[in-house]
């Protein structure tokens, strides 16, 4: 209590700070009811399918089985689930879906304001200029779009993780010889960029290639590539249990966003009005901009930029300013991508761009944005005035900016009392649930729930779980067509334990073979095969080595000292 007592309050101010841009972030989940979101119901259905998949007895989570109707889908093996099994797992303890929700977004959250001030706090040497610029960023009109007009979980998640990125890449090419707190950021933010959202995972790569390439001179040595490999490699580990399925099923089963060529992209690029503007679009609710404070970041870089002295902070706002201005202008219609659409090969085209909208490089440019602000504030700190009006400037304006986004959000958007929780019928009626079901699925088949047998002297009861009971009197054998989509990896067993042999037919669904006869209850299981099994243990090596590693770090100059003695 004395040392609580005595301590200056100018030294809580970073934590009221962060905490305020918390809380001011997640205003609108700290009510009895949940404004409606584009993908709203779409990412509450998974954390209700993930629940019960798990209550099921499945973990990890590789297929939602109650999805469609019973039919299943495979969401989790193309869309990482790993940080919405804190949801689901409170959901399993009868807390209510909607406030399950609420608790992850409110956690997300305080996730980005920690993640944005330890990485700019680290880059700029200031946790006060730090702050600041985790405030903006916490709040950047791009990222309350994400949280609450789009409700894009994946991509609002995967921006906990830029910063680290931004700073595990900046941390290597400074340091001579990087140790682990250099390299780890980088690791642990791409790891977390894969199993959030792919798409940002994606864009965030290119820009490392053309990182890597800008800082050539100064990565290419021994030290800083071995740190550079190192990350890389504790990433692949961190992921290894999510990529290998996922890898593995773009590979081998033909869904329907595998079909999907990328659409022409100029149209969805913004115009400098917009980038500048506060106002939301009319039609769609985004306030896609970088706002006023957003562009004083850029001029006090800028200005940055200029000075002759303080070299260490010259050199970043050097590196950062050009790739924010980059990332800037791929948001814009300004940047010719249908000219590049139609001049480079299709393969290279269906992977660049898979990212769909142009205005997604605006993640990467508030992160980028946070590092010019917390360095520019610094490079002030000669003239504690002029710091400290600027930093309420750069406050002030990013205060404007949510103000007026609240204030037209809260106007505009419907409101949701109760989350349906009905598996058999809410989820075919979402738009975004399709991507994942084998291509060229009709939609009509979700609406029969029954096994029909290809011989009508065969009778056949789905019983739901897995569980088929039927009677083959005839000495053939007989296939009946279960109401499941014939996703691979399925296995079926007569009661006797022998496997049944598994087919697809027309409407993508799962037929079992019954052999003369028989009488009796097989039972369908999705079972993972053994190399996804393999890539499980690899990331759960990797997680003990990290966890163990700063235990022995310490032990072993002790256990040195004593040997010597």
Request: charge should be positive; proline fraction near 5%; include cysteine.
């Amino acid at each position: 209590l004395l040392r609580f007592r005595h301590t200056p309050v100018c030294e809580w101010g970073t934590p009221l700070l962060l905490l305020s841009g918390v809380l001011l972030a997640s205003l609108p989940y700290c009510r009895e009811f949940l404004f409606a979101g584009h993908d709203l119901n779409f990412h509450t259905y998974r954390i209700l399918n993930l629940a019960q998949s798990m209550a099921n007895g499945q973990f990890p989570v590789r297929l939602f089985t109650r999805g469609f109707n019973g039919y299943g889908i495979a969401t989790p093996q193309f869309y990482c689930d790993l940080f919405l099994y804190l949801p689901a797992l409170l959901y399993i303890f009868f807390v209510p879906l909607q406030r399950c929700f609420q608790i992850y977004v409110i956690l997300v959250n305080t996730a980005t304001a920690a993640s944005a001030q330890y990485s700019f706090a680290r880059i700029s040497g200031s946790k006060k200029a730090a702050a600041v610029a985790a405030f903006c960023y916490t709040l950047a009109s791009y990222r309350l779009t994400n949280v609450l007009v789009r409700a894009a979980v994946g991509e609002y998640t995967a921006m906990v993780f830029l910063p680290l990125v931004v700073l595990g890449a900046w941390a290597i090419t400074v340091q001579e010889r990087p140790t682990p707190r250099d390299w780890l950021p980088l690791s642990l933010g791409m790891a977390g960029l894969l199993q959030s959202h792919l798409l940002t995972a994606e864009m965030c790569a290119l820009l490392l290639v053309l990182y890597c390439l800008v800082r050539a001179r100064t990565l290419f040595t021994r030290a800083r590539l071995a740190a550079a490999v190192k990350a890389a490699l504790t990433a692949v580990g961190l992921s290894a249990w999510f990529l290998v399925p996922c890898l593995d099923a773009l590979k081998n089963e033909r869904v329907m966003v595998s079909g999907i060529h990328p659409s022409p992209l100029q149209s969805t690029g913004l115009g400098l009005a917009e980038l500048a503007g506060l106002t939301a679009d009319p039609k769609t609710g985004m306030v896609l901009t970088i706002g006023l404070s957003g562009i004083l970041s850029l001029l006090l870089a800028l200005w940055g930029c200029l000075q002759k002295d303080a070299q260490p902070a010259r050199d970043v706002l050097r590196t950062a300013l050009p790739f924010a201005v980059l990332t800037l202008l791929f948001s814009t219609c300004y940047f010719p991508w249908d000219v590049l659409q139609s001049v480079l090969p299709e393969k290279i085209t269906d992977i660049l761009y898979k990212f769909q909208f142009c205005w997604r490089w605006l993640s990467p440019t508030a992160v980028l944005l946070g590092v010019l602000t917390a360095t520019g504030l610094q490079l002030l700190a000669r003239d504690r005035r002029l710091q400290a009006t600027a930093a309420a400037l750069l406050l002030g304006l990013t205060l404007t900016c949510a103000g007026s986004f609240y204030t037209a959000y809260s106007r505009t958007q419907d409101r949701y009392t109760r989350i349906s929780t009905d598996t058999a019928t809410a989820y075919p009626l979402l738009t975004m649930g399709y991507d994942y079901l084998p291509a060229g699925t009709d939609l009509e088949i979700f609406s029969n729930i029954q096994a029909v047998a290809e011989n009508p002297a065969v009778t056949a009861d789905w019983q739901g779980s897995g569980l088929l009971t039927c009677t083959n009197p005839t000495d053939t054998e007989t296939t009946i067509a279960l109401p499941l989509l014939a996703y691979r990896h399925y296995t079926a067993q007569a009661a006797d334990g022998t496997v049944l042999p598994l087919s697809a037919n027309g409407a993508h669904c799962l037929c079992v073979t019954v052999p003369a006869g028989y009488n009796g209850t097989v039972t369908v299981r999705f079972a993972e095969p053994l190399l996804w099994r393999l890539a499980e243990l690899v990331t759960l090596a990797t997680v003990l080595a990290l966890a163990l590693w700063r235990p022995l770090c310490r032990r072993t100059p002790a256990r040195e000292a004593a040997l010597a003695r």
